[in-house]
T-cell receptor, first 111, second 114 residues
Framework: QKEVEQNSGPLSVPEGAIASLNCTYS??????FFWYRQYSGKSPELIMS????GDKEDGRFTAQLNKASQYVSLLIRDSQPSDSATYLC???????????FGTGTKLQVIP | EAGVVQSPRYKIIEKKQPVAFWCNPI?????LYWYRQNLGQGPELLIR????????DSQLPKDRFSAERLKGVDSTLKIQPAELGDSAVYLC????????????FGAGSRLTVL
C-alpha cells in the first residue's frame, strides 16, 4: 500500500466549476500535508499547506484535512484553464522525517 | 533571490555510461533533497541532506548511485553505470531546516538512457 494515494485522473471540469481533488494516507503519524501543482514539463510548486483538522482557504483554493479519516482534499473554485496541471498531494511523517508524495491527479479545465 | 539551480536540464546517454547532476540550493536552505520522478508518478526521495550529512539515503540504490554535498551547499548526484530504467527526471529540492517544511524544487534534470 502506498503511503499517499491519489486518483491519477484525468479529472475534467468545465471552466468556472469547482474541482475537487482527493488524497488518502496510510501513516497515522503524518502531521502535515501539502498540495503541489506541477505543469507539464515543469517542477512542482507549492500551492497549499495544511497542518490541522478542518479547512484552510487561500483565494480560490481550499484545503481540507480530516485526520480521523486520513483524508486530505483540495477544492479549486471558479476553475480556470490555467489550473490545468497535475496536483500532487504530499504528507510529512514525523516518525520517518520525510515528505512522501502521491502519484498526482491530472486536472483538465475545459474552456 | 535565486531559486534552486540544477544542471544539466537535459542529458541523453547510452546505457553503462556515467552521468552526474548538480544542484545549488537557495541560500540559507540547509536541507537538500534529491528526488526521482518517473513519467506519470510522484517524486520519490533518493537522499536527504542536513547540511553536509546524508541523514536519509535508504532509498538510494547504492550499487550505482552516489551523492555528495561538500561544505553543506552544492550537491552532486552521480549514476555509474546508468541503466535504461534510470531514465527519469531528477529533482533537487531544498528547505529551511528539516521537518514539515515547504520544499522548493529546482527545474529538474531530465535523463534519457538509450
Amino acid at each position: 500500500q502506498k503511503e499517499v494515494e491519489q486518483n491519477s485522473g484525468p479529472l475534467s471540469v468545465p471552466e468556472g466549476a469547482i474541482a475537487s481533488l482527493n488524497c488518502t494516507y496510510s501513516d497515522r503519524g503524518s502531521q502535515s500535508f501539502f498540495w503541489y501543482r506541477q505543469y507539464s514539463g515543469k517542477s512542482p510548486e507549492l500551492i497549499m499547506s495544511i497542518y490541522s483538522n478542518g479547512d484552510k482557504e487561500d483565494g480560490r483554493f481550499t484545503a481540507q484535512l480530516n485526520k480521523a479519516s486520513q483524508y486530505v482534499s483540495l477544492l479549486i473554485r471558479d476553475s480556470q484553464p490555467s489550473d490545468s496541471a497535475t496536483y500532487l498531494c504530499a504528507g510529512y511523517s514525523g516518525g520517518y522525517q520525510k515528505v512522501t508524495f502521491g502519484t498526482g491527479t491530472k486536472l483538465q479545465v475545459i474552456p | 533571490e535565486a531559486g534552486v539551480v540544477q544542471s544539466p536540464r537535459y542529458k541523453i546517454i547510452e546505457k553503462k555510461q556515467p552521468v552526474a547532476f548538480w544542484c545549488n540550493p537557495i541560500s540559507g536552505h540547509n536541507t537538500l533533497y534529491w528526488y526521482r520522478q518517473n513519467l506519470g508518478q510522484g517524486p520519490e526521495l533518493l537522499i536527504r541532506y542536513e547540511n553536509e550529512e546524508a541523514v536519509d539515503d535508504s532509498q538510494l540504490p547504492k550499487d550505482r548511485f552516489s551523492a555528495e554535498r561538500l561544505k553543506g551547499v552544492d550537491s552532486t548526484l552521480k549514476i555509474q553505470p546508468a541503466e535504461l530504467g534510470d531514465s527519469a527526471v531528477y529533482l533537487c529540492a531544498t528547505s529551511i531546516g528539516s521537518g514539515a517544511n515547504v520544499l522548493t524544487f529546482g527545474a529538474g534534470s531530465r535523463l534519457t538512457v538509450l
